[in-house]
């Protein structure tokens, strides 16, 4: 196998390296702006260029996108500006939409896929930083690859990604910035595997998702109070198996009721830890949202529907009492004894 050039290659040793003053300012289609750069789709030449702010940013995202190898969108050129390499050239493929994937059998090749160009990436100490359905392109060979590693990095080194992507990062990436890990990549891929056989975002219900444009803003509050997916919409025991060895796999979770940021009203369902009834006693504690304390949302009074979580927490309550928690929307006194209390 021949070895690449190298980034400072001179120009014309990659086939599709390009100039940018040489690209005609109406044939750039702008795709995304990002931290480290915009990327623009040349349509013509048949191409998408990654445009980089700084030269040392660019060349470490191709460095790390070189290592991937074959999980890897191809890298076929470099962007010079006024003969400096400040980005770099890859093939006009095929966005993944997981909300319109034709077939269930469709489906599970791209889930089975994206676990292995995971595997394969954490095996080269790769951390992908920015596991998603939109990173995945299927390429013109019929195989899907990573693109955007932007929040990519070598596992261990310390390098902190400026940005995360709300719907499928873990709750202790959105409260706070730490180094990357290959946890935070298998959580991150437990989500978009749901997505990718759902067809729709996690931690948002069908309704939510049709009534609000930008539903990752609904989703926060989700994810910062820790919630898991709905389990009950993977109706395939095989891929809900794997969303839950990839969440296993995850960061360690740490649960809490109020995020802090409120957006939504969350239900949230306890069992009483020592409780010594059969069935347990249950009882369910709405977190309201500050949309819903300040009118509703659009000022429509409370909100009709609060969110459930799926997962169920444990109170460690005194069992054979009766009892009324101190708070302003307490629920009827209870006995472990007898009864079944909700709030």
Not at 236 to 246: S, V, W, Y
Not at 314 to 340: I, N, Q
Request: glycine share 8%; hydrophobic share 40%.
């Amino acid at each position: 196998m021949s070895v690449p050039p190298p980034w400072n290659a001179p120009f014309g040793s990659y086939p599709k390296d390009l100039h940018w003053e040489s690209i005609i300012p109406d044939a750039k289609m702008l795709l995304s702006v990002g931290s480290y750069g915009r990327v623009y789709r040349l349509a013509e030449l048949g191409v998408v260029i990654k445009h980089g702010n700084a030269p040392a940013d660019i060349e470490r995202v191709w460095n790390i996108m070189k290592r991937a190898g074959d999980a890897c969108v191809s890298l076929v050129g470099r962007l010079f500006i006024r003969g400096e390499v400040l980005g770099f050239v890859m093939p006009n493929e095929t966005p993944i939409d997981a909300d319109n994937i034709a077939t269930k059998e469709e489906r599970l090749r791209i889930i089975y896929r994206l676990r292995d160009l995971v595997t394969d990436l954490h095996a080269k100490q790769i951390v992908h930083g920015d596991v998603k359905p939109q990173n995945l392109l299927l390429c013109s060979d019929g195989l899907v690859r990573f693109c955007d590693f932007d929040c990519a990095s070598i596992e261990g080194d310390g390098f902190v990604a400026p940005i995360y992507t709300l719907p499928y990062c873990s709750p202790g990436r959105a409260r706070h910035q730490d180094a990357m890990t290959c946890a935070e990549d298998m959580h991150a891929m437990g989500l978009s595997i749901w997505h990718l056989y759902a067809g729709r975002f996690p931690l948002a219900t069908v309704e939510e998702i049709k009534e609000f444009e930008d539903i990752e803003c609904v989703i926060m509050d989700r994810v910062f109070a820790g919630f898991l997916p709905d389990m009950t919409a993977i109706d395939d025991p095989d891929i809900a198996a794997l969303i839950e060895d990839c969440l296993a796999a995850g960061p360690e979770r740490a649960d809490t009721l109020d995020s802090g940021q409120a957006i939504y009203c969350i239900t949230t369902r306890f069992v009483f830890g020592r409780c010594t009834a059969q069935p347990q006693h249950t009882y369910s504690r709405i977190v309201h949202s500050m949309a819903c304390v300040w009118g509703g949302p659009g000022g429509k009074g409370r909100c009709e529907d609060s969110f459930v979580d799926p997962k169920v927490f444990t109170a460690d309550l005194e069992p054979s009492t009766s009892y009324e928690l101190e708070r302003k929307d307490a629920f009827p006194a209870v006995s472990c004894s007898s009864g079944h209390g909700r709030l």
